[in-house]
């Protein structure tokens, strides 16, 4: 081979070589910006479905410590809380599954909110036995109104993690 045909193999090859190599950090580049807005969609979709979660939660229980004060009675708390529940509300399923998939680091947060939960049924269902036995249920009223005020440091903790990880994202 003469030099003028190696100096063209030589051009020709870092023209394809360079082609290639930007092809690659293109895509590169073009898959890292779709992953990162897929996961901040997926995120803004578990802060909204813990919001409405956490909402729903506090809502549904406001009139119980009317009950446990007796300035309503049983059957009338009961019909406010199903009228509060009459649609059906997947947000639980929802950051559950999000969480599950995508954001396993923020299980322990969510499942602050489930406990919270939990611990609000604990009384209430205690709190029935109660009246049913037809006894004072006064002292109900002060640890329920803190469980459900603890409602919104749970949900803030929670979304706390959350706007962390967000920033991670991009």
Not at 16 to 22: C, P, Y
Not at 43 to 67: G, S
Not at 74 to 80: F, Q, R, S
């Amino acid at each position: 081979m003469i030099a003028i045909e190696i100096q063209l193999v030589i051009s020709i090859a870092t023209i394809l070589s360079s082609g290639v190599v930007s092809a690659i950090v293109t895509h590169k580049l073009s898959t890292g910006h779709a992953e990162r807005e897929f996961r901040r969609k997926k995120l803004e979709e578990l802060f909204m479905a813990v919001h409405t979660y956490c909402t729903k939660l506090f809502t549904a229980n406001i009139m119980w410590p009317r009950v446990m004060r007796g300035e309503i009675d049983y059957n009338e708390g009961l019909d406010i809380f199903m009228k509060g529940h009459g649609e059906k509300d997947t947000s639980a399923e929802t950051a559950i599954m999000l969480i599950n998939i995508y954001f396993p680091e923020l299980r322990p947060g969510l499942d602050a909110i489930f406990q919270r939960r939990d611990q609000i049924n604990r009384i209430q269902s205690e709190f029935k036995r109660t009246y049913q036995r037809d006894e004072p249920c006064d002292s109900f009223v002060r640890p329920f109104l803190a469980e459900l005020a603890a409602i919104d440091t749970d949900e803030k903790n929670l979304t706390d993690e959350l706007f962390r990880v967000s920033r991670d994202v991009k």
